[in-house]
């Protein structure tokens, strides 16, 4: 047995990831060794995970480590051979340091980057196959100690048979134990769903490819799941129309109160009425001003309208034969213009509201 460190790589990996580590302590960031660095010095197997993923500058710096022995750090200390004289500025590497790096196989479906051909020559290559029948029957009762090992044995069968035809080229998704790994887990926690709808988790993506999904189906039928394929296991509906009918006719309805109605007792107010005249206007000449002689414009003649009080509004307005009649509000009056275009105009207002006996809004309704 021997002490191990982890890294995981991915398409983020930086060169000074794999050799400084940033830790937050007491509301401070602290800077430490990296697993790399901590597995070098004390003669530990470090363990570099998914190294397809890291871009390919990344994973080449470790190659003057696997040939050399030597590597140089982010914060100026480097990594000398085995056997080195030790320095403040230097690591030697310890005699049972040891490196494991894992990656998938270059292409589909994984997309990783080229990495044997960076790191491939300096490296002893072993390929991990999928576990056996026993392994793997094995493997999903430690997940899902509970399931019987008939679920078990049925899902070993369906995955074995699957690999088999990636194999041979027939499906071009290689099927790991992982799929195997995330359908009994499912399983195990939600047995009332079946184990079709857990394998639903896993293999939902591959039932838009009718061909494909006919081929897997093909393969779980045949070890005992009971996977449907599309169309099955939806039953038909079948109805018939009621024959035409005429409606009876309509029968008239009436309504009597159980007791008489009573109109309630009228309210009766008192209102005064209180004499008024229209007042006396008032007569003030109105000058208009021609506006050809300035400008070239199709207007005659203009004069101001000025509504009477700061508030006046002018909300209506009408012509005939020469006089034009405004209405407006702010005190509420009526002015008229005699005249407005032949010299001269006069206006003559008239304040309607001055002694009104009811009260006028400041806007007409």
């Known amino acids: 047995r021997a002490e191990r460190e982890y890294v995981q790589m991915h398409r983020d990996s930086t060169a000074s990831s794999l050799t400084v580590k940033a830790d937050l ?16 010095k004390n003669g530990r197997i470090l363990i570099l995970d998914e190294v397809d993923k890291a871009p390919t500058e990344v ?10 022995g030597t590597m140089s750090l982010s914060d100026g200390r ?38 044997f051909a960076t790191l491939g020559s300096c490296l002893r290559a072993r390929f991990v196959h999928n576990p056996g029948p026993d392994s793997e029957r094995e493997l999903l009762k430690g997940y899902a100690p509970g399931v019987s090992d008939d679920v078990v044995d049925r899902l070993v069968r369906s995955f074995e048979a699957l690999r088999g035809l990636a194999a041979e080229g027939d499906i071009s998704y290689p099927y790991s134990a992982r799929e195997a790994i995330e359908a009994i887990k499912h399983y195990a926690a939600f047995p009332s769903d079946g184990l079709v709808s857990a394998l639903d988790n896993v293999l939902d993506y591959d039932k838009h490819d009718d061909e494909a999904w006919a081929r897997l189906a093909k393969v779980f039928r045949e070890n005992g799941v009971p996977v449907m394929l599309k169309g099955e296991g939806r039953k038909e509906t079948t109805f018939d129309v009621k024959p035409f009918e005429a409606l009876p006719d309509a029968v008239e309805l009436a309504m009597s109160p159980s007791k008489p109605l009573q109109a309630p007792p009228p309210e009766v107010t008192s209102l005064s009425v209180k004499q008024w005249s229209l007042p006396s206007p008032t007569v003030t000449p109105t000058p208009s001003e021609s506006s ?10 203009s004069f101001p309208v000025h509504p009477p009080g700061p508030y006046g509004k002018a909300v209506g307005m009408t012509s005939r034969k020469g006089t034009i009649s405004v209405l407006t509000t702010g005190p509420v009056s009526l002015a008229r213009y005699d005249n407005p275009v032949v010299g001269t ?21």
């Open 25 to 40: 302590r007491g509301g401070k960031v602290v800077w430490e060794d990296s697993p790399l660095v901590k597995a070098v």
């Open 59 to 68: 994973v080449g710096i470790l190659k003057q480590l696997v040939e050399r």
């Open 78 to 115: 480097s990594i000398t051979p085995v056997g080195s004289a030790p320095s403040p500025n230097t690591i030697p590497t310890h005699p049972d340091f040891a490196l494991i790096m894992l990656a998938n196989r270059p292409g589909y479906p994984f997309h990783g980057n080229d990495f």
């Open 292 to 301: 050809r002689i300035d400008a070239f414009t199709h207007e005659v003649k």
């Open 345 to 365: 105009s006069t206006r003559t207002v008239y304040d309607v509201e001055d002694g009104a006996p009811f009260y006028l809004p400041a806007r007409p309704p």
